[in-house]
């Protein structure tokens, strides 16, 4: 089977990583901070701190924001699960804006309509979470000048996104949002095996996450409250967290970074070669906007279910019985189960419903071949074109 996703761990990653377990720390040591410093050597953005997922990432960044009970947090409904969930564990309640039809990212003039409603009702949100979906950069400039105008705070979860870049900076550069989270895990575009990172500008917010990563415990004196009594001494003065990152983690992070350029730049390579091929078909291909460079973590189509006798199901079980790993980014997460129990239903958010009966992730990873890429495309056209409408 051809998957949908795949890391690339080089020589060079795997010495880095025994590098590390030859030497005194295999946590709490030197590589967290190179990792950090090469996030924010690439990103521009001033903090970086390291944590054991994007999941850690994102709940951090909404405890420092202040997130807490009573308060919304809104994000997008095509998403994975974590950035909904990052709210509940805080306390807030959650809602969605839906996406746009042609980007698939939180839509705007969605966003702008439902804070003009939440305004009259008092409902307005504390924290929102654009998501860059597969890539491709939310419409930033537009959601932070909502925010100023409406008083939120944004979270970018770029998890999708590290590489690339957004007018003329890169993703995660923090030019338009509070915080930027990245994920780390192996079908990402770089990987740590677990990992995530939040970056920001702002010393308190960094600050803040650095404590709720380690428990709330410092020692810092600066931020204590009693004199320290001796070398022993900690306070701890939040509720924090285990959320490390171990030393292991980092220095394949540090390693697999230098190659981020590399790896994002195959993925457009491989992007552009699936839009050539793929031209023909009654499909609908990926949306790229001018204003942005993708990082391309996922390449999506969408059926034009009018244009086969199959079902988007049908379509998607053939191509896995034929050694095609594809895969569906994101089941709607208001119609997840958990959700519909807070009341949330089916309908409520049409263009992510309408996305989600149409869309397949088609196989790209680094070192995917021509040859596979050349499988997964004649595979997918010999399935349409045998049961296309016109030609029956
Ligand atoms: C992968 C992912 C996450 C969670 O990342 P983990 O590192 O696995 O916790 C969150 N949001 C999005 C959009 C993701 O794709």
Known sequence: ?????????????????????????????????????????????????????????????????????????WTSPITFV??????????????????????YNMSVSALEAKLEKAKLSGTLPKVVIPVHLCGQSCDMKKIHSLSKEYGFHIIEDASHAIGGRYLDGPVGQCLYSDITVFSFHPVKIVTTAEGGVAVTNDPSLAEKMQLFRSHGVTRDPELMQKKSCGGWYYEQVEL????????????????????????????????????????????????????????????????????????????????????????????????????????FSQGDFPNAEAYYREAISLPMFHLMTQVQQDKVVSTLSEIIINNSLELN
């Open 1 to 73: 089977m051809i998957p949908y996703g795949k890391q690339d761990i080089s020589q060079q990653d795997i010495n880095a990583v025994i590098d590390v377990l030859q030497s005194d720390f295999l946590t709490q040591g030197p590589k967290v901070p190179a990792f950090e410093a090469a996030i924010t050597a690439y990103t521009k953005a001033q903090f970086a701190v390291a944590v054991n997922s994007a999941t850690s990432a994102l709940h951090i960044a909404c405890l420092a924001l202040g997130l807490s009970e009573g308060d919304w947090l």
């Open 82 to 103: 974590a950035s909904a969930n990052c709210g509940l564990y805080c306390g807030a309640q959650i809602d969605f804006v839906d996406i746009d039809p042609k980007t």
């Open 240 to 343: 924090g967290f285990n959320y490390r990152m171990t030393e292991l983690q980092a220095a394949l992070g540090v390693s697999q970074m230098q190659r981020l350029d590399e790896f994002v730049a195959k993925r457009h390579l491989l992007a552009k070669r699936y839009n050539q091929l793929l031209l023909n078909l009654p499909i609908t291909l990926p949306f790229q906007l001018e204003s942005s460079y993708s990082g391309l973590h996922l390449y999506v189509i969408r059926l034009k279910l009018d244009k086969t006798s199959l079902t988007h199901q049908q379509v998607f079980s053939l191509l896995r019985e034929k050694g095609v790993g594809v895969n569906l980014h994101y089941i709607p997460v208001h119609t997840q189960p958990y959700y519909k129990r807070m009341g």
